[in-house]
């Protein structure tokens, strides 16, 4: 503890990492997991999805975010919870909102592309977890330090919420659809295979 600065974004990033990549990869082997809000609304956008199954997996996320951040409250002491903000995701002062916003939804563009490339098209290597944990490495590293590479709303909703810290949020919104959505436009209009046997409303294998 005592960390500020850049220090403390790589202390928080590998944090993060090490809490979200084993169970991303272990997630990844079962049908029907997403990867996030972003993702999911992509998934969604690209008729690979249903629209129940997604507003579930959506109300799923958000709780279960909210859950995470106060059993962090409950378990921790007071001062070593407030000082993290019980995980909200924090902007470096270096950034102006738009770049944060602009290193988000790249960030988003690069997990989404990950997800497409390897658990939804037909023709990618049958990677997927590994190849989606990798890129999520790559983004917490390079985001970590700048905007907490949150890439997902209901990573940055839940701690916001428990802390009411609010600050710059609305860039772990808006990053992220619009990093997701280029990715889905990107996909669905250009690089996947056309007749890919797949029919709407039928969960990706991740």
């Known amino acids: 503890t005592g960390l500020r600065g850049p220090q403390e974004g790589r202390s928080r990033t590998v ?39 997604g507003a579930l997996y959506v109300l799923t996320q958000v709780a279960a975010g909210v859950v995470a951040a106060l059993s962090v409250r409950w378990l921790f ?3 070593a919870g407030a000082f993290a903000g019980y995980g909200v995701p924090r902007l470096s002062g270096t950034l102006t909102g738009t770049e944060a916003l602009v ?22 290597p049958k990677v997927g977890g590994f190849a989606i944990g990798l890129v999520l490495l ?8 700048l905007t907490g590479a949150a890439v997902n709303p209901a990573r940055a909703f839940g701690p916001a919420l428990v802390a009411q810290e609010w600050h710059g949020h609305y860039v772990f919104w808006a ?10 436009v990107l996909w669905a209009g250009l690089l996947l295979p056309r007749s890919n046997g797949r029919k709407a409303g039928k969960r990706p294998d991740l």
Do not use: C, M
Not at 23 to 35: C, E, F, I, L, P
Not at 103 to 124: D, M, W
Not at 179 to 184: F, N
């Open 15 to 53: 944090i993060h990492w090490n809490a979200r990549v084993p169970a991303s990869y272990r997630r990844s082997v079962r049908r029907g997991d997403t990867r996030g809000i972003i993702v999911l609304v992509q998934l969604w956008l690209a008729k690979k999805i249903d629209t129940r199954s």
């Open 77 to 79: 002491p007071a001062g």
């Open 103 to 124: 290193v988000e939804a790249l960030l988003t563009l690069f997990l989404v592309s990950a997800v497409f490339g390897t658990a939804v098209s037909p023709a990618g």
């Open 138 to 145: 790559f983004a917490l590293l390079a985001g970590g330090p």
């Open 175 to 184: 990053g992220p659809l619009l990093g997701g959505a280029a990715a889905a």
